[in-house]
């Protein structure tokens, strides 16, 4: 199992991101992709949601309601996540994650 995500990012204050993450080694839509984050800091990890490639099926946890979109290209094995509306305290890195496997973390700068 692998997953593989896109580059770092560096964004302005009120601006969007997307992050892709690829799959490869496994069945893409026999489990779901989970989005967590980290925090410049390290003090632990935030779930931010998960999406189910079967069917696109989403769950975002409840912190971020529409500021957080989680899209699936199963043509590619590839999910993605889309976050509006950034500001400074979205500075982290950004990993996706099946139950298996991680990716290697997408670092998101904010800065003005």
């Known amino acids: 199992d692998q997953l593989v995500q896109s580059g770092p990012e560096v964004r302005t204050p009120g601006s969007s991101v997307k992050i892709s993450c690829k799959a490869s080694?496994?069945?893409?839509?026999?489990?779901?992709i989970h989005w967590v984050r980290q925090f410049p800091d390290q003090q632990g990890l935030e779930w931010m949601g998960r999406i189910d490639p079967e069917d696109a099926d989403t769950k975002y946890a409840p912190k971020f309601g529409a500021g957080v979109t989680f899209t699936v290209e199963t043509s590619t094995s590839t999910v993605y996540m889309e976050i509006h509306g950034l500001s400074a305290e979205d500075a982290a890195v950004y990993y996706c994650?099946?139950?298996?496997?991680w990716g290697r973390g997408t670092r998101v700068t904010v800065s003005s």
């Open positions: 080694g496994y069945v893409f839509n026999s489990e779901y």
């Open positions: 994650a099946t139950l298996i496997t």
